[in-house]
């Protein structure tokens, strides 16, 4: 039941598939830099370039804690954009309707529940005050983000029985 | 399932291959093959009328119910 997808949509997938690549290409470096700035702290021994640096009264293990959520964060994004680029493929192989993808949605779910997560430890760690506004600036929780996780499921939950009713038609003569 | 489908022995009472049931009824042998093997889940009216009509027999002689 798949079909060519018509050169124009093809085309905004192929350049939507390079765009991720080059983003997660991006977080990878950011996840170096992060490891990078974790490691120095722990060790206490490398130095961190001044940009790294933060002024006030925030103490290596505020800062420690901030560079490993953004680290998950990062990992998550990461994870999260690989699994949308999966998708993208097959919408892009004119064969997106399978419950694979189904399982992919629901993962990219799971992946923004990560992400809003340490939004929300890191809105908690601003509010109580043990963060630098260098750091965070943001001081409430996103209610959007919520909203978002809720649609990714429902649309995981409609692509499934949508999969499900195409290879059902797949078995009709 | 409780129906089966006759579609060999109609097929070779016509002495007719698959192939050029498909090419007669136009539909493509990878579904004559689900239905042939009993793996279809359902058939359209228009399918089980091109059928008929070029194995110049009835539903009746292609679809039967069996009591499991």
């Known amino acids: 039941m798949s079909g060519d997808l018509p050169a124009p949509p093809r085309r905004v997938a192929t350049a939507m598939l390079l765009a991720i690549r080059i983003v997660r290409v991006l977080l990878v470096v950011a996840s170096v830099v992060l490891i990078f700035a974790a490691t120095s702290l722990v060790l206490r021994g490398l130095p961190l370039p001044s940009w790294m640096k933060v002024s006030g009264p925030l103490t290596d293990g505020m800062m420690l804690t901030f560079a490993s959520l953004g680290l998950l964060e990062v990992v998550a994004l990461y994870c999260l954009l690989g699994l949308l680029g999966e998708v993208i493929a097959t919408v892009r192989a004119g064969d997106p309707f399978q419950s694979r993808n189904a399982d992919r949605v629901q993962a990219i779910g799971w992946w923004m529940v990560v992400i809003q997560g340490v939004d929300m430890a890191k809105t908690i760690l601003a509010l109580s005050g043990v963060s630098h506004e260098d750091m965070t600036s943001d001081k409430t929780i996103s209610v959007t983000g919520l909203g978002a996780i809720v649609v990714v499921f429902i649309l995981a939950w409609v692509f499934r029985i949508g999969a499900r009713m195409r290879e059902e038609l797949d078995q009709v003569v | ?68």
């Open chain 2, 1 to 68: 399932m409780g129906i089966s489908v006759d579609l060999d022995a109609l097929l070779r009472e016509r002495g007719m291959s698959l192939t050029e049931l498909s090419e007669r009824v136009g539909l493509t042998l990878a579904n004559l093959s689900i239905l042939k093997t009993g793996k279809a889940k359902a058939i359209r009216f228009s399918t089980l009328e091109a059928i008929c009509r070029e194995l110049r027999c009835q539903p009746g002689d292609l679809l039967r119910y069996e009591n499991e």
